[in-house]
């Protein structure tokens, strides 16, 4: 058996773009969402999420509070986009409901990098040995991803309520299918992380990893 090597260096920091990469595929679809006035009086719309996706292009219209009639709204002509804040500026101020449909991606560094060191302290005790944040086993990656794909999916889980449909994996999953669809994908992905624990606790018992 070849000698153990370690990643110089391998932390939760270091570890967030891979697993994030991973999880590339995963986005949230909003639809019919009415924005708020960042103030009142304000031209500016802010939406409950951030981190829009370019593309698809998020639709916005603005429904006429009176007659309920719907106008499609351009980019540009009518408003301009942040999409890194999940926000619009209209051109002209309007009284009328301002309406979207877009896609975001729920995952940032930070919501990321919280999870993994969460995900790191589970497969510490699941394989009964310490691993060192800042300093983690190239054997552990595996198992440790898992495990973080596991709570990225618990977490959204706990927000399913506010989704209208949701995209894992390329595949576009409805609101009432989400719980059952999760947790299908959750036993699937913690029915393979085992077979890595069990991997790294036979590595433990024979103490070959020191």
């Known amino acids: 058996m070849s000698d153990i090597t370690f990643l110089s260096p391998a932390t939760v920091s270091a570890l967030t773009p891979e697993c994030l990469a991973l999880l590339s595929s995963l986005h949230v679809e909003i639809i019919d969402e009415d924005l708020e006035p960042e103030i009142a009086g304000s031209q500016t719309y802010v939406a409950r999420w951030k981190n829009w996706l370019a593309t698809p292009r998020p639709r916005v219209r603005k ?8 106008t499609l709204l351009f980019t540009t002509a009518d408003y301009t986009i942040d999409f890194a ?12 409901i301002i309406r979207i449909d877009y896609f975001y991606q729920p995952l940032n560094n930070t919501l990321l990098e919280r999870l993994l060191a969460t995900s790191v302290k589970e497969v510490s005790v699941l394989i009964g040995r310490p691993i060192d944040a800042n300093n983690i086993h190239i054997d552990y990656q595996a198992a440790i991803c898992k495990r973080l794909y596991t709570n990225i999916l618990k977490n959204l889980m706990i927000e399913t309520r506010d989704f209208f449909a949701l995209g894992v994996a390329g595949r576009s999953v409805s609101t009432d299918q989400v719980p059952s669809h999760f947790d299908m994908i959750i036993k699937q992905n913690e029915a393979q992380l085992l077979s890595d624990l069990n991997f790294l606790r036979y590595y433990n018992k024979t103490n070959r990893f020191f």
Do not use: K, R, S, Y
Not at 63 to 70: K, L, M, P, Q, S
Not at 85 to 94: F, K, V
């Open 63 to 70: 429904i006429n509070t009176t007659t309920g009639v719907e």
């Open 85 to 96: 804040a999940g926000q619009i500026t209209l051109t002209a101020p309007t009284t009328d």
